[in-house]
């Protein structure tokens, strides 16, 4: 006689979250325990297991490098934007030359990208480590140009560095695979990850306007190579550190194939001589199960058989248009501000020297920090779409600001901080959704190619908005700003047509 099986509770539910042990065990009250980063399982009314794995995160001290991994990346990308141009105009350079050395990387990152997919066996540890060497060694690199007094080793130091941002996209992979990150966690650790950018882009900047006024009088280490120095020193003890603690995914199991038992009727005896037991098995009659192989069901494959629909092509393309779109006015705009206050045009008060443009751009971020971790607690119960159109107007709400003073010629240091400010905050936010919201609506075996096309449409972004930027004096600030809501206005277009395909869990 089959046991009783009681339904779940919510004791059971609190006596889960409470505790945790590293197997599942049975109880009278059908309690499990496990340890974070587990699965959970549930027993339901009729006595079959369920897989809860909304919830689930990665184990804590894997997450904490990738996350880390991606500070250190958004450091080393943006140390050097208050001092590129000063740098690129000592070794004989341009503004647009200065633009070029901050947007370049992304491009061979982009480049390196698919032939390094086809050697990370699925996995993030060789990503890892070819991001740490080429990080070391770019930085190295961009640090020694100024002993050879050769401009293009400065490009050449950054393209070897992008070679370390191909690791961007794993981070995001990371936080969006099925694997290891429950579909109710994706938003917030995709929140983690644009604070840790938040935090980029305002210390590196900081930090790097800092080492300039100081110094150095070293033709080796100086106010231009000092920040290439130190971030190569910080990633050669964050590759150690790695190498030691970091533990990969684990490879994914083939789906069980379930076989269901069907009961058959015995064959009918035809011997006469056992008429007596004929007639016994037809008052009591026996049922046999046999097990028969069962087809794979679509449900196991959704890869294969998945096939997109109007709508999702729709909701992909406003989450690429959105993923680029953030990435081109951040940039544009950090790689504009050390241009901008130390030009020569009317509209310019300030003439600032790149540690006063690096405290600018370091002021704004840090301001931002405060709004991103609240939006990491309001991740869990807000919907994807409405972050989306709230980073947005935020963001809209800066460039529009940045229109007005710069028509009336009424730039000041308040005015400018208060567009930077909008600007970082709204678009910050609204790259939180773009992955996250894309990987909820499609199934969890296209995530490696969810990932690529966002962060494609980042690299994109990223330089042709360094480069708009270095760019903004000479092809007038008005055009520089208008072009930058031209962007946000096709992006609003493609988000009110899909308003309905954009709804998502949350969390």
């Known amino acids: 006689m089959p046991g009783l099986t009681l339904p779940p509770t919510v004791l059971s539910i609190l006596e889960r979250r409470g505790k945790g042990s590293g197997t599942v065990a049975a109880s009278p009250s059908s309690s499990s325990h496990f340890a974070p980063g587990t699965t959970a399982v549930e027993a339901n009314e009729n006595g079959a297991t369920l897989l809860d794995d909304e919830l689930k995160l990665p184990k804590m001290a894997s997450l904490v490098i990738i996350i880390l991994s991606n500070v ?15 740098y690129a105009q ?57 002993r050879a007094n050769w401009l293009y080793l400065i490009l050449i130091g950054r393209i070897v560095t992008g070679f370390a941002f191909t690791f961007w996209m794993y981070c995001k992979r990371y936080c969006s695979d099925p694997r290891i990150v429950g579909v109710r966690r994706r938003t917030t650790l995709a929140g983690w990850l644009v604070l840790g950018q938040g935090i980029g882009f305002s210390l590196g900047p900081f930090v790097g306007g800092v080492l300039y006024k100081v110094g150095f009088n070293n033709s080796v280490f100086n106010g231009f190579t000092s920040p290439a120095w130190i971030m190569a020193v910080i990633w050669a003890i ?34 006469s001589a056992d008429g007596d037991e004929d007639k016994a098995d037809d008052e009591e009659p026996t049922r046999v199960t046999t097990a028969e192989v069962a087809p794979a069901r679509p449900s ?5 058989r998945y096939r997109m629909d109007g709508g999702k092509w729709g ?47 370091a002021l704004g971020g840090a301001c931002t920090i405060p709004f991103l971790l609240l939006n990491l607690h309001f991740a869990r119960r807000v919907q994807d779409r409405h972050t989306l159109a709230m980073g947005s107007a935020i963001g809209l709400a800066g460039l529009l600001i940045a229109l007005a003073i710069l028509g009336e010629e009424k730039v000041n240091y308040g005015s400018l901080f208060i567009c930077w400010f909008l600007v970082a905050l709204g678009f910050n936010i609204a790259s939180t959704v773009t992955l996250s919201l894309l990987s909820k609506q499609l199934p969890g075996e296209w995530n490696g190619r969810i990932s690529l096309a966002i962060q494609y449409s ?45 709804k998502a869990k949350t969390g």
């Open 72 to 86: 250190l990346l958004q450091l080393t990308f943006f140390i050097i934007v208050s001092s590129s141009n000063e």
């Open 90 to 146: 000592y070794l004989g350079g341009t503004s647009t030359f200065s633009g070029l050395v901050i947007g370049i990387p992304t491009v061979f990152s982009g480049l390196a990208l698919l032939p390094l997919m086809r050697l990370d066996q699925g996995g993030y540890k060789r990503p890892l480590h070819f991001a740490c060497g080429s990080a070391c060694l770019g930085n190295i690199l961009y640090g020694l140009a100024y």
């Open 238 to 271: 964050f590759w150690a550190v790695a190498a030691i603690f970091y533990e990969d995914v684990p490879k994914a199991p083939a789906p069980p194939r379930e076989v269901p038992l069907q009961p058959i009727s015995p064959p009918r005896r035809t011997s």
């Open 300 to 304: 196991e494959e959704p890869s294969d």
């Open 315 to 361: 909701v992909a393309a406003t989450m690429c248009w959105f993923a680029m779109t953030c990435f081109f006015i951040l940039g544009a705009w950090e790689a504009n501000i050390p241009v901008f206050t130390s030009s020569a045009l009317a509209t310019n008060p300030f003439h600032f020297t790149p540690f006063a443009a690096g405290n600018l751009i």
């Open 458 to 502: 980042n690299y994109s972004g990223r330089v042709t908005g360094a480069v708009w930027g270095g760019a903004g004096v000479k092809i007038g600030m008005l055009s520089y700003v208008g072009m930058q809501v031209a962007y946000v206005g096709i992006g609003g277009i493609l988000f009110m047509t899909l308003w309905k395909q954009l």
